[in-house]
């Protein structure tokens, strides 16, 4: 995709075939020789299982599509058609809504990946800001998709997430009517919904392409954070990293199958095998589990547009961390102090989703989850608006290594293999 | 020009989302009052929302009427039936004292709340925990505003239509 080509037609028609529309050159450039650092670790094998869960998320939704019929009437006993008349159909439909979980699993380890590492560093800012993009195209996909089988969940979700736009001053009713179609979620946002949810995989598919463009321009952040210097710090992608990540996605997968086959309404919820009523909301309204902590944050702000603005803002907030960090290393191994701030933060956001999944007035030892909540919201913020900023100035880095070959080799190695 | 040709253009693509014809014509509803006993609330289905009829009883008309306006969240009544700027005073909320109708969805999120439920003796939303009086005004949590009074007319004694 980009830098001097390594490619070498051989046959007449190889030839014919590069002057014309170079496709070969280009899949031999980008998944064969690139030139890739020989240090990447298992938390760099995500990019690919990531690709691999948007596959099957595509491939399995077009087969549910054929059987599914988009009308509030039809939605849900179609879905149940699926699970119990249609060949393989219960197969398929488990492996599509546990897909769905898989890959927000997939998509968080890459996201704190990438955090940890600073992989979002100059000159890597866009290929972080296009990720940020795609994540938000993900949960927008996922939400859709949630409010298909039109089940008690479905609806209710679909009416919450909806009325958020209702916070807007002036318009937020009309902007909420207008998604709708109606005066209440009902088949015409149905129906809208389903057409919303076969494109959105495939705009995804798009920006996936951009960010893997934008990836090969600078080449891989690597556990280190130092730039490649020499050929000597790279491998070929193909066939080091191709067997790596064919490895740790057969890992991947064996755990999707667990879910798939042994548990496989463990990421769902009970009440969304029961029909949507528009009369009724269930006691406990709780999104899905990669959903919670932004409903945490949600919830722990008293005024409706308040937590709206919060909610949102904790995602605007990853467009600016690359500009937000100011420390000149990257990697966190040599960052002693942002390295204990960065796993406070893995251990709050996973704290925002236990309050998340819990009642209005759950407590934890006494102390009321609403102020938990509060706390690690503030936590969130304070970690990419105040610490972050700091910490780049304050901290005194280790000391790097000379290179990604001197590490991995060792000196004498390193100076051998020169 | 070309803006404008654009813009011309697109609002059509933009128009269709909004509710159609058929979405607009369903939204009037006719509800016969002689069953529901004082102490006894029905709930009707309005333009695809829940919608509350409650008959309230004398001590909860009282319970409505003794609260200060000014202690209110929200201080305006949100009934269509009055001026905009009318108060959220009991007497204000409905047209018969005995009647409060109610478009039943949480001012929050959309949520339906709870009958007979919260500290306030009207409705619980068990969605955020929003608490609602006897008159259906917010009294506690997330909500920003009073529960919304649908337009409507008493055609007889017994009967009403909404919308």
Request: hydrophobic share 50%.
């Amino acid at each position: 995709m980009s830098g001097p080509s390594t490619y070498n037609p051989k046959s007449g028609f190889e030839k014919w075939i590069d002057q014309r529309l170079p496709l070969p050159r280009l899949m031999h450039d980008t998944i064969q020789t690139f030139p890739t650092p020989r240090n990447l670790n298992i938390w760099y094998t995500f990019g690919g299982i990531l690709t691999f869960c948007l596959a099957v998320q595509i491939l399995t939704g077009i087969v549910l599509a054929m059987h599914y019929v988009a009308n509030a009437g039809l939605a849900f006993d179609s879905v149940e058609a699926i699970m119990r008349d249609v060949n393989y159909g219960w197969l398929i439909r488990f492996m599509h809504a546990n897909g769905a979980s898989m890959f927000f699993l997939a998509v968080y380890i890459h996201m704190f990946r990438g955090l940890y590492y600073g992989s979002y560093k100059a000159p890597r800012e866009l290929i972080w800001i296009i990720g940020v993009l795609i994540y938000l195209l993900m949960m927008a996909t996922a939400f859709f998709g949630y409010v298909l089988p039109w089940g008690q969940m479905s609806f209710w979700g679909a009416t919450v997430i909806t009325n958020l736009f209702s916070a807007i001053p002036v318009i937020g009713s009309h902007i909420a009517t207008w998604l709708w179609g109606d005066f209440a979620v009902g088949d015409a946002t149905l129906n809208r919904f389903f057409s919303l949810h076969y494109l959105l995989p495939f705009i995804i598919a798009g920006v996936v392409g951009l960010h893997i463009w934008a990836l090969h321009v600078p080449g891989n952040n690597n556990p280190l954070g130092i730039d490649v210097k020499s050929p000597q710090d790279t491998v070929p992608f193909h066939p080091y990293y191709t067997i790596k990540d064919g490895f740790y996605l057969c890992l991947f997968v064996i755990v999707f199958a667990g879910f798939v086959f042994y548990a496989p309404d463990f990421f769902g919820n009970p009440d969304n095998y029961e029909q949507a009523n528009p009369l009724v909301t269930p006691p406990d309204i709780v999104p899905e589990w990669y959903l919670l902590p932004f409903y945490a944050m949600l919830r722990s702000i008293p005024n409706k547009l308040m937590g709206v603005i919060v909610m949102g803002g904790a995602i605007v907030t990853l467009f600016f961390l690359p500009w937000l960090d100011t420390s000149r290393v990257r990697s966190c191994r040599f960052r002693p102090l942002m390295k204990q701030f960065f796993w406070a933060l893995v251990v709050v956001c996973v704290l925002l989703g236990y309050c998340g999944s819990q009642g209005v007035d759950a407590a934890i030892a006494g102390i009321p989850l609403l102020w938990v909540a509060r706390l690690a919201t503030l936590y969130y913020f304070a970690f990419f608006w105040i610490l972050m900023p700091i910490i780049g100035l304050i901290e005194t880095p280790k000391k790097l290594p000379a290179s990604i070959a001197q590490s991995v080799l060792g000196d004498s190695a390193a100076a051998a293999a020169e | 020009m070309a803006a404008v040709g654009v813009a011309a253009a697109a609002w059509p693509f933009i128009d269709q989302m909004n509710p159609s014809a058929a979405a607009l014509a369903l939204s009037t509803v006719e509800v016969d009052l002689s069953p529901v006993a004082a102490g006894q609330q029905i709930v009707v289905k309005w333009r695809g929302h829940p919608l509350f009829v409650r008959h309230r009883t004398p001590a909860e008309i009282d319970s409505a009427k003794k609260v200060e306006v000014s202690s209110l969240p929200d201080p305006l009544a949100r009934n269509a039936n009055k001026p905009e700027t009318a108060s959220a005073a009991d007497e204000d909320r409905v047209i018969k004292p005995e009647w409060l109708i109610l478009i039943g969805v949480c001012t929050h999120l959309g949520c339906t709340p709870t009958g007979f439920e919260g500290d306030y003796g009207g409705w619980l939303c068990h969605c955020h925990g929003s608490q609602y009086d006897t008159s259906g005004r917010i009294r506690k949590g997330p909500a920003p505003e009073n529960l919304a009074v649908p337009p409507y007319a008493f055609l007889t004694d017994t009967r009403v239509k909404v919308g």
